[in-house]
């Protein structure tokens, strides 16, 4: 086992090498939790970081939910500067893009600053 690094140096090595949705310390002082957008997203990680060894434990996961739509997830398992790392990414592949007129109406509210 590694030497543990500080949760908050972990967490500064993660944001500097990555772009996660998310990230947690678990309970269990042992553990911490790492989410991302995209599948694309966790296995650009897992490479920076040097963790896609063939002993890496992955679950890589194509299923329906509970109203019918379709997902892809992935789940990496590694140990990381002393620490279990549960990291994950769930994608929904028939996600629309917004329309023309939506990104424009954004487009302008984003520009004007909005009022509150």
Known sequence: MSVRKHRRAVFAELLLLAD????SAQGDGISLTFEFATAADLRSWLELA???GPCLLITEHERTDQSGRAYRSLHAYPTWHGW???????EYPDAP???PPTLDQLGAL???GGTD
């Open 50 to 52: 040097g963790l896609n």
């Open 97 to 99: 893009p917004l329309d």
């Open 110 to 112: 984003a520009a004007s």
């Open 20 to 23: 996660p949705i998310g990230f």
């Open 84 to 90: 279990d790392i549960y990291a994950s990414a769930v």
